[in-house]
């Protein structure tokens, strides 16, 4: 089975501190995306990845950086968190070719960060 | 703009009931309709949808895509409590799993 890691599930920062989230996965895929999901606007994506040390821009990235130096991490960096970042942030993976079921894209868990 | 909409955005239904889930979108460009449950967790993968008015099936679940309505329904029949969930319905615009995201429809069904 496909697995996405995001090492951390809940967090609490202060306004103005250095935030990284972390993910991994295990299944060799090339791309890699982060998304933050907030209620009544759904899944919006930040920043996606098609290969090591590539990096592209999605729909909301101000505020945020991204880091791929190894193929099966993706890493989102708030540099000075603020109050509305505060959300639930996921990260996926995806393959170009669909497993048994038709998938191609498998989210972790999720991580709730709180900023105060 | 790229824009995936999704209707109702919340319902609540009692067992048994059978409801539909809507989704339209408008993009630039089109290559499939994905069709996910999201729990208080990762989105699972329900549907994978590129060609018009073939029906998706997975025991009370199916769904279908109209891509001259520019639309998709997601069916749930006899629903059970363990339904309730946030369903989402996002569009591949490029075969690049690059998705658009609808807000998607909070479904709770009460016993």
């Known amino acids: 089975d496909v697995k996405v890691t995001q090492s951390s599930r809940y967090l609490v920062k202060r306004t103005g501190e250095k935030v990284f989230l972390e993910c991994v996965q295990d299944m060799d895929h090339e791309n890699m995306f982060w998304y933050r999901q907030d209620p009544g606007l759904g899944l919006r994506l930040i920043y996606f990845?098609?290969?090591?040390?590539?990096?592209e821009k999605g729909d909301i990235p101000e505020g945020y950086s991204v880091s791929r130096e190894k193929k099966e991490r993706f890493s989102l960096i708030l540099e000075s968190a603020s109050t509305n970042q505060t959300s639930m942030y996921l990260c996926a993976s995806s393959s170009p070719h669909p497993g048994s079921d038709g998938n191609t894209i498998y989210f972790g868990e999720g991580s709730w960060l709180t900023v105060v | 703009e790229d824009k995936v909409v999704q209707s109702p955005l919340s319902l609540v239904v009692h067992e048994g009931d059978t409801v539909t889930l809507n989704c339209s979108y408008e993009?630039?460009?089109?290559?499939?309709l994905l069709w996910y449950k999201q729990e208080k967790k990762a989105p699972t993968f329900l549907f994978m949808l590129t060609s018009s008015g073939i029906e998706k099936k997975s025991g009370r679940l199916s769904s279908i895509l109209d891509k001259k309505e520019l639309s998709s329904i997601l069916n749930i029949t006899a629903t059970q409590t363990g339904d309730s969930a946030i369903y989402l319905c996002?569009?591949?615009?490029?075969?690049?799993?690059?998705?658009?995201f609808g807000t998607g429809t909070r479904l709770t069904v009460i016993p």
């Open positions: 993009v630039t460009n089109f290559r499939s």
């Open positions: 990845s098609y290969d090591v040390k590539m990096k």
């Open positions: 996002a569009v591949d615009p490029t075969g690049a799993n690059n998705l658009f």
